[in-house]
């Protein structure tokens, strides 16, 4: 069954750096559009940043200047620099994905596990 796949998630000083990475586990499937969302314990999951099969992007108010979705389709994978991070980004990232069979062309949309990032000094 295909997965999303995260990594890159971590423990960072307020202004630091991290990069998430979102991979398909097969490559039977490409990414069509796809997309960020964060979730802490108190609030709902918000969208961060997404980024379509064309590559437009678009980034919530509170991220704009400071994080950057990319994608990169030889590898499958979509990823999110995150600089000038900051306490209240505190909160477990998630990928979300729109992927579509290379062989049917029928499409479904997945979520990945989640990746924790803590902001923290």
């Known amino acids: 069954q295909v997965q999303l796949v995260e990594s890159g998630g971590g423990l960072v000083q307020p202004g630091g750096s991290l990069r998430l990475s979102c991979s398909v586990s097969?490559?039977?499937?490409?990414?069509?559009?796809t997309a960020w969302y964060r979730q802490t314990p108190e609030n709902e999951r918000e969208l961060v940043a997404g980024?379509?099969?064309?590559?437009?992007?678009n980034y919530a108010a509170f991220v704009k200047g400071r994080f950057t979705i990319s994608r990169d389709d030889a590898k499958n994978t979509v990823y999110l620099q995150m600089n000038s991070l900051k306490l209240e980004d505190t909160a477990v990232y998630y990928c979300?994905?729109?992927?579509?069979?290379?062989?049917?062309?029928?499409?479904?949309?997945?979520w990945g596990q989640g990746t924790q990032v803590t902001v923290s000094s």
């Open positions: 979300n994905a729109k992927l579509i069979s290379r062989r049917f062309g029928t499409w479904g949309d997945y």
């Open positions: 097969e490559s039977m499937f490409r990414i069509e559009a």
């Open positions: 980024i379509t099969g064309g590559g437009t992007t």
